[in-house]
């Protein structure tokens, strides 16, 4: 174990049991100062900016890789709205959620406090580092951030104006720290500390979770992939089911919430399936199908059985015809990533029933699957979306990064 | 990779999907049904039970530890009752948590889903496969256990009579499934099963528990152990403080919520150690105090520093003199374990402070450490108790069983 990552661990438990007293308004003003600060050291933030920028296009970086490592005035802009917007969030931190009378006069309760110390350990956008530390402080916990290694200069000089902005509001510096270094093996130090580090997220390609996954030794939430469904009825509107479905599509093809395959009931197959075809095809969507889709939609190009379970993240979408809506819920069980499933009906026993069978973390009825999103869903914020069951289950908001302890008044409870 | 413990599994996997979606009634008329299937099954079981104690007696096992493998009348009766009891129990499984309207008017909520399958890893005592199975079932999971190999023929005889009646109420055998096999490669590839097994809860000694931490590839939910205290406060109530403390200590002193470490303010300490160690004395507690408690109670023996640590589990305390409740919240975070903490006051201010400061699964005012337990503190029932702060902290009932799933409720939204 290298001594300087042990010691990044013992300093976060610490500063992030301060953190974990500290009250809402003095969150809310350390975040607030924090926007101020990136504003103020908007000159530092380009010149370190320019260095990593410089080191990337040297290795050779292509054009999207160099987009997302590039804090523009557009991404500043949003890296200061992000902090002043968690700023004004309800503080989850001491809320207590249910309380309860015993028959024997105890008072009991449960009360949200932090988690403690959280571990982000991400790729290129240097923009985590300030979102994801701005929601770790308002929910009290601690954050030890491990970036990627081409956003090095970017990360070591947004994390110190940040670090200085706690010391300015009284709080320990330390409770934001970023791993000083680009060595890999020190990640892997990283993944040991848990008893220093309550939880791992890591945020990226599915090869950086799964190392983090493989080696970590605190509990890790994550996500791998969104292989996202839409079932169009055969009680749909097929005017909505198109709306929806292009807009799941191609709102933005390249996330985790985009639609990967429809499937559509044989009822409807025939007057829904040219006509959707058509839409996709003005939008550059390649279709691949089942055979009865190739039958509706000639052009349609023979979806093989990788198709089905493809995250194409792409102008590419898979199409099965399916026999009942039983069939289209056993697909989305058999191929799918639990990530997020539509119906399109206006039938209510289906949709009642798709809603309480389908075990996805999110199960839209007659909306874009491109809503599971913290903050589309009304969180407020977002440090990720879990597709694990444990702890949190789908977008991950403020609460999800606190824990709820509980609470007992008394006044002289004996246990007999 | 055992082809036979890949297959649990896939099994597992498949019949948990289908418990999932049994209502309330169902599940609560198969359990019902198992309290009937074990009264029926008692000259079976006591058969198999027979088997065990002989080759555990044959092997040396001490009284103690044979007690604990002995299905005698009183432990069957408490398996079945337990199996009632979780039969009337709500369904957690359904509940939808929350609902809100965004402005584009999706209405979203959180529906409480089944965790899908739970592996139990357990030592000796066989009622843990009767007890945990029932909890599992309730909220809809799948379970797969692992019980100690010297209780293999009692935990056979029982996981069958299980597995029997769930069959016979029309659902799949396969939610319970016993690893077969009291072979140790058998775990190992068990803790591999992270595609299966959405989570592992060990029960026993500290020494299983690190086993299946340092093994287990999906997430575990565990605790290690209590080292709990009682703060008697300048201003406590003396009579209550040692009515609780003596409570806390001996109610049942073998248990990780039995206090091990008592810390007393100096102010009050000349008037309340002295007789509250005449009171340990009479039932057999051997107190380890610092000089301060040693001068106070002469025959006290001297606490070294590993005695602040210890989980005793036994009758024997650790007695510290403080200066102020702060200096009580810290040793609670230096030495503790974040179990369960209390503090005798009647001081308002305190009480309200120590709620919100000590970070432990269990916080209480004015009474006893006793307390943390899932019966007690009204959660219904208790599959263990969490000290690790993801997803579960402190007494897990059928709540911490489940997850949930965000809904979404449209009318044609989409995302611009």
Known sequence: MREDILSLGKRARRAAHRMGLADGTVKGDV???????????????????????????????????????????????????????????????????????????????????????????????????????????KAGNGVILRGGSEAFHSNVCLASILRRCLGEAGLPEDVVQLVGTTDRAAVLDLLKLEEYIDVMIPRGGEELIRFVCDNARMPVLKHYKGVCHVYVDELADLD??????????????????????????????????????????????????????????????????EDWAAEYLDYILAVRVVGSMEEAMEHMATYGSQHTEAIVTRDFKRAHRFIREVQSSLVLVNASTRFNDGFQLGLGAEIGISTSRLHAFGPMGLEELTTTKFIAFGDGQLRS
């Open 31 to 137: 975040l607030a100062r924090m926007a101020d600060g990136l504003r103020a050291g908007q000159s530092l933030i380009a010149e370190a900016n320019e260095k990593d920028l410089a080191q990337a296009s040297e290795r050779g970086l292509s054009g999207a890789k160099l987009d997302r490592l590039r804090i523009g005035g557009k991404v500043l802009d949003e890296m200061i709205a992000g902090l002043r917007e968690v700023a004004v969030l309800p503080d989850p931190v001491g809320e207590i959620t249910r309380m309860w009378l015993r028959p024997n006069g105890l008072r009991v309760g449960r009360m949200r406090i932090p988690l403690g110390v959280i571990g982000i350990i991400y790729e290129s956008r240097p923009n985590v580092t300030v979102d994801a530390a701005a929601l770790c402080i």
């Open 240 to 305: 909505m089911a198109e709306r929806i479905c292009l807009n799941s599509k191609v709102q933005r093809p390249g996330t985790c919430n985009a639609m990967e395959t429809l499937l559509v009931h044989e009822a409807v197959a025939g007057a829904f399936l040219p006509r959707m075809a058509e839409s996709f095809r003005a939008e550059g969507v390649e279709l691949r199908g089942c055979p009865e889709t190739r039958r509706l939609v000639p052009d349609c190009r023979e979806a093989v059985e």
